[in-house]
């Protein structure tokens, strides 16, 4: 849990720090979401490979690679900012690469987790995570906003660094025997006959089905027309500081923290049902944050949003952990990880409305889209909605 908020505190520390940064070089809401939404691009088509490769390796392994690999690649991006030479694809390349590290990243905490606790547990287990992904943010961002302001983007960097430093220390000192003495040889054919067993086993489930289409919709539109735009929101909108897009974001870790406490006290068979409702009423927040001029006020709508965007995320994933077989959990969480890949198209698709549009427009547009195929979704796997999970 420690190298995972630690992770995770570098993480938002460099989504201030680069979608602060580009916009304010750029000025464009398409360039910049793209800069906040690159690192996907690795994840939508490694993400299923790091899971299957991590369902025969040694997790803690895969964490220790991927510490090392950040910490190697922000070492590059931080050399670039001192030596003052500002270039969109250098960011473009970084971050891609960054990306890469994601996606075994993800797979391999997920199967890490699974392997520490029990069944009954999944539930509080990806609360935790998400916990553990909030928490920094709540307070790293607010922090990076103000090393911008008074420091610049070079020495804020230098503190992700740092934070990405005490996370391999972290997850290198973790105490965790591994069961599998000798891991297996990797062959395409396996890998294919996953891939093959994986989308068998989701097909003719109906329920298990339903809920992997609604995790989808975070990912695609709701994120991307909403936190993927705050930089713009911040400058252009409410005109503020990194300060104050520091706090914006703050708020949306507070608000998805919330949403973790609302959804520890219900009642698990009843994850269906909390789901369906998040994705209408972040919608709905949603466009209400989208009309809203006033600081205050957008903080509140950006909170309520993020307590919804919890609940999916945690209602959704102990929806579809719960369901499948526990020989397929690490195939699934790759599978799940790839997902966040059509990020990227959500953030081109809202970005470019934005270029045209302006955010506000963007993020209601994208809302409409939202409801319309939630309902579809729905309509067409009913158990979600209306069956109670064992």
Same mark, same amino acid.
């Given at each position: 849990?420690?190298t995972?908020?630690?992770?995770?505190?570098?993480?938002?520390?460099q989504?201030?720090?680069?979608?602060?940064m580009v916009?304010e070089?750029?000025?464009s809401?398409?360039?910049?979401?793209?800069?906040?939404?690159?690192?996907?691009?690795?994840?939508?088509?490694?993400?299923?490979?790091g899971?299957?490769?991590?369902?025969?390796?040694n997790?803690?392994?895969c964490i220790?690679?991927v510490?090392?690999?950040?910490?190697?690649?922000?070492?590059?991006?931080?050399t670039?900012?001192f030596?003052?030479i500002?270039?969109?694809w250098?960011?473009?390349?970084i971050?891609?690469?960054i990306?890469?590290?994601w996606?075994i990243?993800?797979?391999a905490?997920?199967?890490?987790?699974?392997?520490?606790v029990?069944?009954?547990s999944?539930?509080?287990?990806?609360?935790?995570?998400?916990a553990?992904?909030?928490?920094?943010?709540?307070?790293?961002?607010?922090l990076?906003?103000?090393?911008?302001?008074?420091l610049? %983007?070079?020495?804020t960097?230098? $503190?992700?660094?740092l934070?990405?430093?005490l996370s #391999?220390?972290? =997850? @290198? *000192? !973790?105490?965790?025997?591994?069961n599998?003495?000798?891991?297996?040889?990797?062959?395409?054919?396996?890998i294919?006959?996953?891939?093959?067993?994986l989308?068998? %086993?989701?097909?003719?489930d109906? $329920?298990?089905?339903?809920?992997?289409?609604?995790s #989808?919709?975070? =990912? @695609? *539109? !709701?994120?991307p027309?909403?936190?993927?735009?705050?930089?713009?929101?911040?400058s252009?909108?409410?005109?503020?500081?990194?300060?104050?897009?520091?706090?914006?974001?703050?708020s949306?870790?507070?608000?998805?923290i919330?949403?973790?406490?609302?959804?520890g006290?219900?009642?698990?068979?009843?994850?269906g049902?909390?789901?369906?409702?998040?994705?209408?009423?972040?919608?709905?927040s949603?466009?209400?944050?989208?009309f809203?001029?006033?600081?205050?006020l957008s903080i509140?709508?950006?909170i309520?949003?993020n307590i919804?965007?919890?609940?999916?995320h945690?209602a959704?994933?102990?929806?579809?952990?719960s369901?499948?077989?526990?020989?397929?959990?690490?195939?699934?969480?790759?599978?799940?990880?790839?997902?966040?890949?059509?990020?990227?198209?959500?953030t081109?698709?809202?970005?470019s409305?934005a270029?045209?549009?302006?955010?506000?427009?963007?993020?209601?547009?994208?809302?409409?889209?939202?409801?319309?195929?939630?309902?579809?979704?729905?309509?067409?796997?009913?158990?979600?909605?209306?069956?109670d999970?064992?």
């Amino acid at each position: 849990m420690v190298t995972h908020i630690l992770i995770c505190t570098g993480f938002w520390i460099q989504q201030i720090v680069i979608g602060w940064m580009v916009y304010e070089k750029t000025k464009s809401p398409l360039l910049t979401s793209l800069a906040l939404a690159v690192d996907t691009i690795p994840i939508l088509f490694g993400g299923f490979l790091g899971g299957v490769f991590v369902d025969r390796l040694n997790p803690k392994s895969c964490i220790i690679f991927v510490t090392g690999g950040q910490f190697f690649l922000v070492s590059i991006l931080t050399t670039i900012m001192f030596l003052d030479i500002f270039s969109l694809w250098y960011i473009y390349i970084i971050i891609f690469f960054i990306g890469f590290t994601w996606a075994i990243y993800d797979p391999a905490k997920i199967t890490l987790g699974m392997k520490l606790v029990d069944k009954n547990s999944i539930s509080n287990i990806f609360g935790m995570w998400i916990a553990g992904f909030n928490i920094p943010r709540v307070l790293s961002t607010v922090l990076a906003g103000y090393l911008i302001v008074f420091l610049g %983007t070079k020495y804020t960097l230098l $503190l992700e660094l740092l934070v990405i430093f005490l996370s #391999f220390l972290s =997850i @290198l *000192l !973790l105490k965790y025997e591994h069961n599998i003495s000798k891991p297996e040889n990797l062959k395409v054919d396996q890998i294919v006959n996953d891939v093959k067993q994986l989308f068998r %086993t989701i097909r003719y489930d109906n $329920l298990l089905t339903g809920f992997f289409l609604l995790s #989808f919709i975070p =990912i @695609l *539109l !709701l994120v991307p027309s909403t936190t993927g735009l705050l930089p713009v929101y911040a400058s252009d909108i409410l005109k503020l500081d990194a300060r104050g897009l520091g706090f914006l974001q703050s708020s949306c870790g507070l608000g998805q923290i919330m949403g973790i406490l609302i959804v520890g006290f219900a009642k698990q068979q009843y994850m269906g049902k909390y789901a369906t409702l998040a994705i209408f009423g972040s919608a709905c927040s949603a466009i209400l944050f989208a009309f809203s001029e006033i600081f205050f006020l957008s903080i509140i709508f950006i909170i309520l949003v993020n307590i919804c965007i919890a609940i999916i995320h945690n209602a959704t994933g102990y929806g579809m952990f719960s369901i499948i077989d526990e020989r397929f959990r690490g195939r699934l969480a790759g599978l799940q990880v790839s997902s966040f890949g059509f990020f990227i198209f959500g953030t081109t698709f809202s970005g470019s409305i934005a270029n045209v549009y302006g955010p506000s427009t963007s993020t209601i547009s994208c809302m409409i889209i939202i409801m319309v195929i939630s309902t579809i979704v729905i309509a067409t796997h009913t158990k979600v909605y209306s069956e109670d999970l064992n």
